[in-house]
């Protein structure tokens, strides 16, 4: 991915969390796992470690989201950085002067 590619999947992934829909179908999910946990049997413990594969992906998946959004910021800063890089030196005095 270029570096515009990764700013603008960052935005687009900030979007999606801070979304209120998908925060309630997260609550929601989450919620509903840990209900099924308390509630299941002891004494089954594939259906608990299928439970906690679940809370794990949902997890993993908000994580992906939150790494996206973290990938998109650096790569808005790297294109900060090189356009400064590449600014010719009578911009740069005009920048520094005018502040």
Known sequence: M???TDVQTGR????VLENPAYQEAMRVLR????????EHPIHDREGALILLQYAK????????????????KLAQHRIEVDALRDENA????KRKYLG
């Open 31 to 38: 919620e509903t796992v840990v209900q099924q946990w308390r």
């Open 57 to 72: 992906v949902t997890d993993r998946f908000e994580g992906v989201l939150s790494g996206l959004v973290e990938r998109g």
């Open 90 to 93: 009578l911009q740069r005095a």
């Open 12 to 15: 687009q992934a900030a979007e």
């Open 2 to 4: 270029t570096d515009r």
